[in-house]
C-alpha cells in the first residue's frame, strides 16, 4: 500500500513512531538543518516554530532504506531492482479539475519571502529550496521533464539554478536558442515516490511522472497551473510558478553539496515567478544536503538504472548498491554469480560505462552482503591482488560536483573482489556452527 501526498506520508511515519514534531522555536539559518543531521537515519521531523513563518519545515522524510521500503512497499534489498522494473513500465498520468485539487487551495501572488527557505551550510551563498521537482516541457516535443535542482532565493520573486548536463539543461538551451522563456514549476512537498521518479535514469523525452505512476500502481493526478502551461501533483503543498529567463545569468552560490564539499560560485540561469499556489495550512520540506536523504532519493534510481545497464552486457549481476561513503553517487558495489574469470572485469567496464558519475566499483561474489560495507571490505582485504584485479581507466566525463575531477573530467577505478573459481574452501568465510540461533540473553544473568 503506497501513500500519494506528503499528508498521507507524514501520517503513516508518526504512526510508525518515527515522525517527531520539535515544537520549540527554531532558526531556518543553520539550525534547523543542525537538528535534521542529529536526526538523520533516526527520525522524521516537523518543526512547528520555524522563526518568522507560520510555515511547518519537514525533514528527513526518507532518511532509510526502510523507509523508502516502506514508501514502494517492497523489502529493501529489492529496491533497486523494483525501481528498474517501474522505469521499463511507465504509468498514466491524469488531469483533474481544479475543485480536486488541494493545491488549487490558494492561489497567491509570488513571494518567497513568505515560505521558510533554509540556510543549511556554514558556507552557503543564501537560502536553498533543495526539495522542490522542477517541473518543464521540451519546446520541440511538448514533454515533461521532472528533475530536482538547487534554487537560491535571490529576490521575493526570483531564484537561481543549478543545472548540471541533463535533461533539462537541455530543454532550456533549446528554448534559448529560440529566445523564448521556458515555462517552469517548482513543486515542495510530496511523498518519496514522484522525488525518486524525478531521479529515473530515463532517456530525454521520458516523462518521470510516468515513472512515479508506476511506483504508485495507479494513475498519478495532475492539475493545470494557473500562469504556465505545465501540470503538477493536484496533492502538492506548494507550487511556484514562472519562467526561466533566456540569456540571463547571476551569480550563484557557493553551496555545500552531496560531495559534502562547497559548490564555488558561478553565474547560473534564472527563474522569475509570476505566482503561487499553496493547499490550505501548507507544509514546506527541505531536503539537508549530503544527509541519508539526499543520497538515498539519488541512490536508489541509480541502482536501478545500473542493474538495467549492466544485465544488458553482464548476465549474472544479482544486486547492485550505491554506498552513503561514497555520496550514493560515487561508489558502486555490484554482487554478481560468477560462471567465468572474466566476468568481474566485464562488470567493471559495464559500470563505468552506465553513469558518469560512478567513479569506483567493486565487484563481489554472493556470499558477501553488499549492504555491509565491512564485509565488502572483507572481500577487498582477501580476495583482491592489486596487481591483477584492479582496472583503471583514466580521463572520463565525471561529475562537476567531484572537487578531484578536473572540470568534470575523471579518472575510474574497478577492483575485482571476487574468488577464484574451483577454490570455495580456501575462500570460505569461517563458522562457528549454531552461532546464528544463540540468544545471548539465554546465557547470561
Ligand atoms: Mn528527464
Redesign the pocket.
Known sequence: MVTKSLRSWLHRLRQEGILQYVNREVNRRYELAAVSKKADGLYTLQFNHVRGSNIPVVTNIAHSRDLLALALGVRKEKLAEHFAWAQGHPGQCIIVPPGQAPIKSKILPPDLTSLPIVVHHEKDGGAFITAGLVIAKDPETGIR???IHRLQMFSPRHLGILMLP???RQIYQKAESMNVPLDIAVVIGVDPIPLLASQ?Q?P?G?D?FAVAAALYGEPLPLVKCETVNLEVPAQAEIVLEGHMLPHVRHMEGPFGEFPKTYTPPYPKPMIELTAMMTRQNPIYHTIVPASNEHFLIGGIPREGGLLETMRKTVSNVRNVRFTPGGTCRFHAIVSIDKKSEEEPKNAILAAINSSQDIKHIVIVDQDINIFNSQDVEWAIATRTQAGRDVIIACDLPGNLLDPSARNAISDKMGIDATAPLGQAERYAKIRIPGEEKIRLDDYLG
Open positions: 521533464n521532472v528533475s541533463r535533461h533539462l529515473a530515463v530525454l521520458y518521470e
